[in-house]
T-cell receptor, first 116, second 109 residues
Framework: SAVISQKPSRDICQRGTSLTIQCQVDSQVTMMFWYRQQPGQSLTLIAT?????????ESGFVIDKFPISRPNLTFSTLTVSNMSPEDSSIYLC?????????????FGEGSRLTVL | GQNIDQPTEMTATEGAIVQINCTYQ??????LFWYQQHAGEAPTFLSYNVLDGLEEKGRFSSFLSRSKGYSYLLLKELQMKDSASYLC??????????WGAGTKLIIKP
């Protein structure tokens, strides 16, 4: 298993500002992902965080809006840039420890952002 | 397109049995997952099915029929702590996870 610490757990932000969310895992993991979950909706994959290279973004998400870093195998950050009320959501870090990346996902507790 | 369908909400009684269905249409199939998510908490893994049939794990069982694009999660001897959202997710041919919107299960005494 993997234990994931994510912070901040929640924040209230002003429109136009940026916020960086940190994700720390207690062991080296193969794959790290960033998800968004809006109330009553599916988990939506934002991007796969790649160690030492640029993240792989899903359709509808771009690096300028959601820059991601992954300097090593246990840590990643997601920045939500130039925030608007539409960015109010829960952002979840998740990892898999399966070598092929096909196994169980472990999730952080999530960061609940409210943009005013 | 790809989609996962599951009921939005279900209600059941403590001690009873409930079945949460999930139907899917995806580009390829590399397994189906069920996750439990309590309000305000992270999702936690419940089960993984890649072959047809029933997988039993304590009070929880998960069934898969690949030919029908169908799965269900069966919860027996319901407890109040089982009140949560249950998320169905399918891994497609590109090993991407496609998530359902979740089924909110309400347990009544």
């Amino acid at each position: 298993s993997a234990v994931i610490s994510q912070k901040p757990s929640r924040d209230i932000c002003q429109r136009g500002t940026s916020l960086t969310i940190q994700c720390q895992v207690d062991s080296q993991v193969t794959m790290m992902f960033w998800y968004r979950q809006q109330p009553g909706q599916s988990l939506t994959l934002i991007a796969t965080a790649n160690q030492g290279s640029e993240a792989t973004y899903e359709s509808g998400f771009v690096i300028d809006k959601f820059p991601i870093s992954r300097p090593n195998l246990t840590f990643s950050t997601l920045t939500v840039s130039n925030m608007s009320p539409e960015d109010s959501s829960i952002y979840l870090c998740s990892v898999t420890i399966d070598r092929e990346g096909t196994g169980e996902l472990f999730f952080g507790e999530g960061s609940r952002l409210t943009v005013l | 397109g790809q989609n996962i369908d599951q009921p939005t909400e279900m209600t059941a009684t403590e001690g009873a049995i409930v079945q949460i269905n999930c139907t899917y249409q995806t580009s390829g199939f590399n397994g189906l997952f069920w996750y439990q998510q309590h309000a305000g908490e992270a999702p936690t893994f419940l089960s993984y099915n890649v072959l047809d049939g029933l997988e039993e794990k304590g009070r929880f069982s998960s069934f898969l029929s690949r030919s029908k694009g169908y799965s269900y999660l069966l919860l027996k001897e319901l407890q109040m702590k089982d009140s949560a959202s249950y998320l169905c997710a399918v891994m497609d041919s590109n090993y991407q996870l496609i998530w359902g919107a979740g089924t909110k299960l309400i347990i009544k005494p």
